[in-house]
Nanobody
Framework: VQLQASGGGLVQAGGSLTLSCVAS????????MAWFRQAPGKGREFIAA????????IYVDSEKGRFTISGDNAKNTVNLQMNSLRPEDTGVYYC?????????????????WGQGTLVTVSS
């Protein structure tokens, strides 16, 4: 499975941005797709995940309400809508995919990773 993330860029604080991730290859093996963020000098942190089977979602509590994850199975795409962006949202955003039968928050549970897309939020 290959993942291609896009949509990053420079945005002012308070603005919005939508990230997209397209999956290709053996996508039938993918159960969940997720977004993670890696701020400068920090580890990769979970933001949200969605089940390709049921559409159920999980979020990190701190971003619930500002960020929305959605998926389009026909296009093998998962999006992350980000609103009310803050400078601390700056980082590289990665999409990831996992097999199995549940959604995960841990990076170790994800088998496939995209290359990341940079989001910079200016104050």
């Amino acid at each position: 499975v290959q993942l291609q993330a896009s949509g990053g860029g420079l945005v002012q604080a308070g603005g919005s941005l939508t990230l997209s991730c397209v999956a290709s290859g053996r996508t039938v093996s993918v159960y969940g797709m997720a977004w993670f963020r890696q701020a400068p000098g920090k580890g990769r942190e979970f933001i949200a995940a969605i089940s390709r089977n049921s559409g159920s979602t999980i979020y990190v509590d701190s971003e619930k309400g500002r960020f929305t994850i959605s998926g389009d199975n026909a296009k093998n795409t998962v999006n992350l809508q980000m609103n009310s962006l803050r400078p601390e949202d700056t980082g590289v955003y990665y999409c990831a995919a996992s097999s199995g039968s549940r959604l995960w928050r841990s990076t170790s549970r994800y088998d496939y990773w995209g290359q990341g897309t940079l989001v910079t939020v200016s104050s």
